[in-house]
């Protein structure tokens, strides 16, 4: 089971933390990752980070603004949200993958998802 949360209203600008926690899958042997859905929008992968954490991937409109953390004893993945714009308003979902390495972000390779929290960044 995924449980995200962290979710809210906030100005442009501002800053929030979405939390994953994870139980019920051996969170060491899994990639994570954070994907958004916007209204009238497919859903995007926003950031992910391989299962040791070594690596990790952000698509480019939230690069040097978005951090992804993941941590093992806490069988939690974080993803820090800084400068927040309107167009990062959806409804974020955390979800993990159990694919080989080097598919860590490949968004159709994310097969557990957990329900989702609403960020909503007004102007």
């Known amino acids: 089971q995924l449980q995200a949360s962290g979710g809210g209203l906030v100005q442009a600008g501002d800053s929030l933390r979405l939390s994953c926690a994870v139980t019920g899958l051996a969170f060491r042997n899994y990639h994570m990752g954070w994907f958004r859905q916007a209204p009238g929008k497919e859903r995007e992968l926003v950031s992910a980070i391989s299962r040791s954490a070594l690596s990790t991937y952000y698509v480019d409109s939230v690069k040097g603004r978005f951090t992804i953390s993941k941590h093992n004893a806490e069988k939690t993945v974080y993803l820090q949200m800084n400068t927040l714009k309107p167009e990062d308003t959806a409804v974020y979902y955390c979800?993990?993958?159990?694919?080989?390495?080097?598919?860590?972000?490949?968004?159709?390779?994310?097969?557990?998802w957990g329900m989702g929290t609403q960020v909503t960044v007004s102007s």
């Open positions: 979800a993990a993958s159990s694919a080989v390495y080097s598919a860590y972000a490949h968004p159709s390779m994310y097969g557990y």
